[in-house]
């Protein structure tokens, strides 16, 4: 599998932050395309930081953690709760206008799908 990031990213915020970011603003993007995960003016996407670490295997656990809040620390994202269930404690991921800007920088684009 590749796995991709902007090195400008990356030296401004650190590799493993760049890599989840762009992560981020992929299903961000891909969920705008199609009109999911919109609440409360944002489209988000949801992961566990198990599952991070488990698509992102160079990565720890701890690593994962640390890099997720440095970004909101950052002001690249927000968090939020949008589960249906009371007890699914997953995590939901969305950009911030700082973010946002930071990512377009490459245009990426998606198509609806």
Not at 4 to 15: H, K, L, Q, R, S
Not at 21 to 44: C, M, P, Q, S
Request: charged share 20%.
């Amino acid at each position: 599998m590749t796995h991709n990031f902007d090195t400008e990213i990356a030296t401004e915020y650190g590799i493993n932050e760049a890599i989840l970011l762009n992560n981020i603003y992929y299903w961000v993007e891909y969920n705008k395309a199609n009109e999911k995960n919109f609440h409360d003016g944002y489209y988000w996407t949801y992961s566990s930081t198990k599952a991070f670490s488990e698509l992102f295997p160079y990565m720890s656990l701890k690593q994962v953690t640390y890099a997720l809040k440095k970004l909101k620390k950052e002001k690249l994202i927000i968090t939020g709760n949008y589960n249906q269930s009371t007890y699914d404690r997953t995590t939901w991921y969305a950009l911030t206008e700082k973010g946002y800007s930071i990512c377009t920088k490459g245009e990426m684009h998606l198509t609806k799908g």
